[in-house]
């Protein structure tokens, strides 16, 4: 059965940097589109970046173009979230979910992971 | 402010029919797909219906989807208690190129 567990999330200081990692499972990861999804406590859900099957395409969302940066290593099964210059707003629950082909079809999604950036 | 537009919250009493709008523009719902997204407290959300109105396998068919034009909505009959959640619409977006989603739409179970 598919299998996404995030790691790597925690308290960090305004200005920090953070790396979030996603481990898949139970399908073949090298095949499949995958994104960051966001919630903040309390509110929505946000898309945050997306990253094409081989790597070879990435798509962010402007709020952290410039300071986040999505990667994924096909040998490893692991999507990874480069978080740099982290704001209070950036303050969520981070998912990974996995594109079924189409750009926002999110047909598995993981348990995610908290990352609270505060002083 | 979310790129798509839902009503903050819905309720229904069990065995009524409830529908949830969303509302886009031409970049979004009126040239791509349209998908449903179910959030029980607490946990990840998960997907109730893509493509419009396709069913994931697992999800009861008393969910249905619909589009026409630049909104969409989301049905849900024979209401139970375990509908109780959130749920919330998303489609990509030519423009802004990425995923937007809807703010989200609390469902009560009277």
């Known amino acids: 059965q598919v299998q996404l567990v995030e790691s790597g999330g925690g308290v960090v200081q305004p200005g920090g940097s953070l790396r979030l990692s996603c481990a898949a499972s139970?399908?073949?990861?090298?095949?499949?589109?995958m994104h960051w999804v966001r919630q903040a406590p309390g509110k929505g859900l946000e898309w945050v970046a997306f990253?094409?099957?081989?790597?070879?395409?990435?798509y962010y969302v402007d709020s952290v173009k410039g300071r986040f940066t999505i990667s994924r290593d096909n040998s490893k099964n692991t999507l990874y979230l480069q978080m740099n210059s982290l704001r209070a707003e950036d303050t969520a629950m981070y998912y990974c979910?996995?594109?079924?082909?189409?750009?926002?079809?999110?047909?598995?999604w993981g348990q995610g992971t908290l990352v609270t950036v505060s002083s | 402010q979310s790129v798509l537009t839902q009503p903050p919250s819905a309720s229904g009493t069990p065995g009524q029919r409830v529908t949830i709008s969303c509302s886009g523009s031409?970049?979004?719902?009126?040239?791509?797909?349209v998908y449903w997204y179910q959030q029980l407290p607490g946990t990840a959300p998960k997907l109730v219906i893509y493509?419009?109105?396709q069913r994931p396998s697992g999800v009861p068919d008393r969910f249905s989807g619909s589009k026409s034009g630049t909104s969409a909505s989301l049905a849900i009959s024979g209401l139970r208690s375990e509908d109780e959640a959130d749920y919330y619409c998303?489609?990509?977006?030519?423009?802004?190129?990425?995923?937007?989603f809807g703010a989200g739409t609390e469902l009560t179970v009277l």
């Open positions: 998303a489609a990509w977006d030519d423009t802004l190129s990425g995923v937007v």
């Open positions: 990253i094409r099957y081989d790597g070879s395409n990435t």
């Open positions: 493509r419009n109105n």
């Open positions: 139970g399908f073949t990861f090298s095949n499949y589109g």
């Open positions: 979910a996995k594109d079924r082909g189409v750009l926002g079809d999110f047909d598995y």
């Open positions: 031409s970049s979004n719902i009126g040239s791509n797909y």
